[in-house]
């Protein structure tokens, strides 16, 4: 079973729209971090959390964790081409003893149409 | 800071072959991670070095599997008698240790694509 929950698995908006994606753990999350991927390449790191009620802003893309420390989102504004890709999450569930042996979703496919 | 560097990109071989594959991490990191990327999923753990120890292999790293960091800069990653279900994409990452429980996130490389046929 998936450890971590991404949704949706898939998203095709119009540029310009806002959209949101969601990655939860049925685990407490010690870290949550946020990954970008273009097909066939490495990820690219964008934004990490660690703290409940934590939100961190880069550009056009915000992520927020929640409270509890069991729910992320990530949240583009005004979406353009660039931002098209697959968004990965990827948690430390703190078992690794400061290791950073993080457990990833499965990713969101993200298509921005003109 | 030239990222993470891993060579080749993509390798094509036939079962049964050994492949070895090279990742040069940012020259400053100390902890250097190898994951497994299969079509459509996340990136999967396999093993983590800090400095040039092994400190962790995941139940994935079969025996088939070999990982060295001989001077805790580059690592190599070798798999031997490769099988169909090898074939994926194999990251590698980097991060740097700042104090105790807290580190820098991971930086990835491009990946090396393994094809089995």
């Known amino acids: 079973s998936q450890e971590l929950e991404q949704s949706p698995q898939s998203l095709i908006v119009q540029e310009g729209k806002n959209l949101t994606i969601n990655c939860t753990s049925s685990?407490?999350?010690?870290?949550l971090y946020w990954y970008k991927q273009k097909y066939g390449e490495g990820l690219i790191f964008l934004m990490m959390?660690?703290?409940?009620?934590e939100e961190k802003s880069h550009e056009k893309i915000t992520a927020k964790l929640d409270e509890k420390k069991q729910q992320s989102s990530l949240h583009i504004t005004a979406s353009q081409p660039s931002h098209a890709g697959i968004y990965l999450c990827?948690?430390?569930?703190?078992?690794?003893?400061?290791?950073?042996?993080?457990?990833f979703g499965q990713g969101t496919r993200l298509t921005i149409n003109p | 800071d030239t990222g993470v560097s891993q060579n080749p990109r993509h390798k094509i071989t036939k079962r049964g072959q050994n492949v070895t594959f090279r990742c040069d991490p940012i020259?400053?990191?100390?902890?250097l991670y190898w994951y497994r990327q299969t079509l459509g999923q996340g990136p999967e753990f396999l093993t983590y070095?800090?400095?040039?120890?092994?400190?962790?292999k995941s139940r994935l790293l079969s025996d088939r599997f070999s990982a060295e960091r001989p001077k805790g800069s580059f690592s190599t990653l070798e798999i031997q008698r490769t099988e169909q279900g090898d074939s994926a994409m194999y990251l590698c990452?980097?991060?740097?240790?700042?104090?105790?429980?807290?580190?820098?996130?991971?930086?990835f490389g491009n990946g090396t694509r393994l094809t089995v046929t």
């Open positions: 990452a980097s991060s740097r240790l700042l104090r105790q429980a807290l580190h820098s996130p991971l930086h």
């Open positions: 685990k407490t999350l010690y870290g």
């Open positions: 959390l660690q703290k409940g009620g």
């Open positions: 990827g948690a430390d569930h703190g078992r690794s003893q400061g290791a950073q042996k993080l457990v």
């Open positions: 020259s400053e990191h100390n902890r």
């Open positions: 070095f800090q400095n040039e120890a092994q400190l962790e």
